[in-house]
């Protein structure tokens, strides 16, 4: 997936030549991405939590090998309710686009890219 | 009859200043100007006469040496006898430490590579007198790394987290923070360095941040590093002068000069005021005896001192105060709270310790903050429940982390106080994120620096920090068992009970 820019910088000031490739980018992982999960409104965990992840993986693994075993360490969260307790969306600032998970439907295919936030709040 | 040999005439301070350093000057003949300083010209600032450069302490190397020597003699006569009486039993609690580990891994560091970057400007600068004063704030530097390392020294005898710090500035995810925003600055041009670090670090913030460490020694019986910070405290005032000197004069040399400083002080203001979140905490939160707020310190040393006092006179060049300053001023009402929260849930991967707050605390941080602490004692009231139930809140995983500050993103909107910022650019196909507007305008403007970032949880996750799993990566940071996690029941703590507890049986240590 190409994302399309949304800054031009000013040019360059330096003493020669700079040009440097990210410590950060997708190719670096492989197969995998970065992916930020974020609890919007629950302070228990201060930031979002960073996963490296394949690209392919089913949301229902991810639910499985990764949400959970992360979240459960708060104590007011019921992970037998399943992912339906939450609406789900990705994030862009301070917009964000709703998306409806499903056990079979893969990362990608709900639309998350490398260090993409997936958003999730208390229905 | 003998004649007495006619004393040699004594010059005046000022013209043996002007001997002594100036006249010591000369102009190349046998290479171009720009080929003897080939580093001030491409960051596009304009400089026609260098020698309008004030130098208003007209210091000469012998009598610098004098003075510091004299002053290290006192310091290292403080440090000799707290070391001999066993002084370190007489701090508040040993808990008062996690305020000095922060400050040994976290700026020590910063002064020895503040000695690198000016020696490179007492090498590069064209004009003689701010070459002179940069070889003298150079000396400073490194007697500060040095002077603050032997001062803490002593405390690495009885207690944890004070071993490897120079490998863990290196290499630990919070201890990132204030090591890649000096790398910025070492790899800026100089004039961008005397504004990001000896205007913004030793100007404008540095009542922020060297002060409350200091007055934080005096108030829990912390002789040594009391003496030390009045050992560098005549330094820190020549330092400041040398910062407004700087900025002065990039602003009357040319007109066009102003934009890239303006934008330089947006810039550095908002670099080194992240890094002030780590001072925040210490004073609410890590000091068992108080000195004052963040929102007390914030308002005096930077609303008061700096907006009403600073901006004022430089507003005459043109220079408005720095953009992002009003998110700044919100954030004195919750910042601490929200960057305690952070090392809170992650010291189990620090060299420092946390523990929840007393009642007693709490009380004090809601005397303080009336308006923002009750929301935040809702979070403490579920950890006492969660402890109650043997559990303590470590996180378990990593992070999402600012592109620029590199501080895991919690820092909330103004006007949602549980909900973080989240900030994005697109660069070349590639999405960055940060924690704030501020830390997003700097990124926007140098996305190709930027991107270089060595963001620790990025690399913990392409395998480049000794293992893929946490004890693997804590023995990659050198960490050993007892320097971070819980303070309660920590080797520390227990430590500390024992030897009170030896002292009250023998009648005194």
């Not at chain 2, 000016?118 to 790394?145: K, M, T, V």
């Amino acid at each position: 997936m190409t994302l399309q820019d949304t800054i031009t910088p000013p040019p360059i000031q330096s003493i020669g030549e700079y040009s440097f490739p990210s410590r950060s980018a997708q190719e670096l992982y492989g197969d995998d991405m970065l992916l930020h999960v974020w609890w919007k409104g629950n302070p228990w965990f201060v930031a979002a939590a960073s996963f490296r992840a394949p690209q392919a993986m089913p949301f229902g693994a991810f639910w499985e090998a990764l949400f959970v075993p992360y979240h459960e360490e708060d104590p007011d969260f019921d992970a037998s309710k399943g992912w339906d307790q939450f609406d789900w969306f990705l994030v862009n600032g301070r917009d964000s686009t709703p998306i409806t998970p499903s056990a079979d439907a893969t990362l990608a295919d709900l639309g998350v890219s490398h260090k993409g936030v997936l958003g999730f709040s208390t229905r | 009859m003998t004649i007495a040999p006619k004393a040699p005439r004594k010059l005046s301070m000022k013209a043996r200043y002007s001997a002594l350093t100036r006249d010591l000057d000369w102009d190349p003949s046998y290479v171009p100007a720009e080929e003897m300083f080939p580093y001030t010209t491409f960051e596009g600032i304009t400089i026609h006469d260098w020698s309008k450069w004030e130098d208003p302490f007209r210091l000469t190397v012998d009598a610098y040496a004098k003075y510091q020597a004299e002053k290290d003699k006192r310091l290292y006569a403080v440090l000799d006898g707290f070391a001999q009486s066993q002084g370190h039993l007489s701090l508040t609690d040993a808990s008062y430490l996690n305020a000095m580990k922060l400050f040994l891994q976290g700026v020590s560091p910063l002064e020895y590579q503040a000695h690198r970057n000016f020696a490179y400007l007492a090498r590069h600068l064209n004009g003689p007198g701010p070459r002179f004063a940069s070889l003298c704030q150079s000396l400073d530097e490194i007697r500060h790394a040095q002077t603050e390392i032997h001062t803490l020294s002593n405390y690495n005898k009885y207690y944890s987290g004070f071993h490897s710090y120079l490998h863990m500035h290196d290499r630990v995810w919070y201890l990132s923070v204030p090591k890649s925003f000096f790398d910025d600055a070492l790899s800026a041009g100089p004039f961008e360095f005397l504004i990001a670090i000896g205007f913004s670090f030793e100007y404008l913030l540095t009542n922020l941040l060297f002060v409350p460490f200091m007055s934080g020694a005096s108030f829990n019986g912390d002789l040594p590093t009391m003496t030390f910070g009045f050992s560098a405290q005549s330094d820190e005032s020549r330092h400041m002068t040398l910062g407004l000197e700087a900025i002065k004069f990039l602003l009357e040399q040319d007109e066009k000069n102003v934009p890239l400083v303006q934008h330089w002080i947006n810039k550095w203001f908002w670099r080194g005021y992240r890094v002030t979140a780590l001072v925040a905490q210490m004073l609410d939160y890590m000091l068992p005896r108080k000195v004052m707020s963040w929102k007390e310190a914030f308002e005096l040393y930077f609303e008061q001192q700096m907006m009403n006092g600073l901006f004022q006179d430089l507003a005459y060049y043109g220079i408005t105060p720095p953009l992002h300053v009003d998110k700044a001023i919100q954030e004195k009402e919750y910042l601490s709270h929200q960057a305690y929260w952070i090392l809170y849930q992650f010291s189990h991967a620090a060299a420092f310790t946390t523990s929840i707050p007393t009642e007693e605390h709490m009380d004090w941080l809601t005397e303080q903050y009336p308006d923002t602490f009750p929301v935040y004692r809702t979070l403490w009231e579920k950890e006492r429940k969660n402890l109650e139930n043997g559990g303590r809140h470590f996180i378990r995983g990593l992070p999402q982390l600012c592109q620029v500050c590199q501080i895991p993103m919690g820092f909330t909107e103004a006007d949602e106080p549980f909900v973080q910022c989240q900030r994005e650019s697109i660069y070349e196909g590639e999405r960055y994120n940060f924690c704030s507007d501020g830390c997003k305008y700097i990124f926007d403007h140098e996305p190709v620096k930027f991107r270089q970032a060595w963001l620790p949880v990025h690399q913990i996750y392409q395998g480049n920090c000794g293992a893929a799993d946490l004890p693997g990566v804590l023995q990659w940071y050198k960490m050993q068992p007892g320097d971070g996690g819980e303070y309660l029941g920590n080797v520390d703590n227990e430590n500390w009970k024992t030897w009170h507890d030896m002292a009250e049986t023998t009648g005194g240590h």
